[in-house]
């Protein structure tokens, strides 16, 4: 009889702290799921991960809200077959097998963990368009995803999906329930101390209204902010009229409350960061 796989206690403890940084960083959707992706994918001995929020998963044609996150394809992969993908997914869930079939089999009240492995045989992979167009194009191979219900949710979940580059073994037993775990570490935070994808970020407004943003949440006044970043009363007003408009708040009392009631604290790893590439499907709040 097959011994029952279980995580050793450095597994929960390295999962603990990695759920206790992503709260910490709970206040911008992105850097926190990234932060997330990374920990696992090293854990789990994965080199590309992709995680977000999906809807429609009572219909059987998932879609993803908001812009999926992702990691490892700066290094040396080819992204291009999987934006072919999630374009494709949409209108035929189909053309990708193993997501088709995760869909169909996972219970996303536990937040299910499965490997390609545990939902098409080899021979049925390699013979499917995923595999030609998708992984073959993109440098990887074995996957591994698992999503679980958002709190509040009946229909939309969030979750991860990890790779290995062409050429690697499968991932273990123990990499299955590490993944499972991890989902079910941060899942019952997302829309809470965890922002959802869809939520306004402080990554959407410009470097300089950041910096504002990170003195209110200090404590600041205006006559201090103005100071401190050398700028004019005037400008410090202009710019918290847009981080009011950006968070859809009316007031500062209104736009701590925010912070406060999400447990954010004020440790804005966001104020300092380059600004991100712009979409066409998300851009920036402009000072």
Not at 5 to 25: K, M, N, P, T, Y
Not at 30 to 38: A, D, E, K, N, T
Request: net charge positive.
């Amino acid at each position: 009889m097959p011994q029952a796989i279980s995580l050793r206690s450095q597994d929960h403890r390295a999962l603990f702290e990695l759920a206790g940084e992503c709260r910490d960083l709970g206040d911008n959707n992105v850097i926190w799921q990234r932060h997330f992706l990374s920990g696992v994918a090293r854990m789990v001995g994965s080199e590309v991960a992709l995680g977000g929020e999906l809807a429609g998963i009572s219909t059987g044609q998932p879609h993803d809200i908001g812009i999926p996150v992702d990691m490892g394809f700066e290094n040396g992969f080819n992204k291009s077959g999987w934006l072919r993908a999630l374009e494709l997914i949409r209108t035929n869930p189909t053309y990708a097998p193993v997501i088709f079939r995760y869909m169909k089999s996972a219970s996303y009240e536990r937040g299910t963990a499965m490997r390609r492995s545990d939902l098409i045989t080899s021979a049925e992979w390699e013979r499917s368009l995923e595999f030609d167009e998708v992984c073959k194009v993109s440098g990887v191979n074995h996957n591994m995803g698992c999503f679980r219900l958002i709190p509040g949710q009946t229909d939309e979940i969030v979750g991860a999906y990890f790779l290995r580059s062409a050429g690697r073994p499968d991932f273990s037993g123990r990499e299955r329930l590490l993944v499972q775990e991890a989902i079910a570490c941060i899942a019952p935070g997302v829309g809470g101390s965890l922002s959802r994808i869809s939520e306004p970020s402080p990554m959407g407004l410009a470097p300089r209204v950041r910096q504002v943003l990170r003195c209110v949440l200090e404590g600041d006044g205006d006559k201090q902010i103005a100071k401190r970043l050398n700028i004019s009363v005037y400008t410090v007003n202009q710019y918290g009229k847009v981080i009011f408009r950006h968070f859809r708040v009316h007031s500062r009392p209104e736009l701590l409350a925010r912070w406060i009631k999400r447990g954010w604290g004020a440790s804005c790893s966001w104020a300092d960061a380059p600004q991100p590439l712009i979409s066409s499907r998300t851009r920036p709040e402009s000072a």
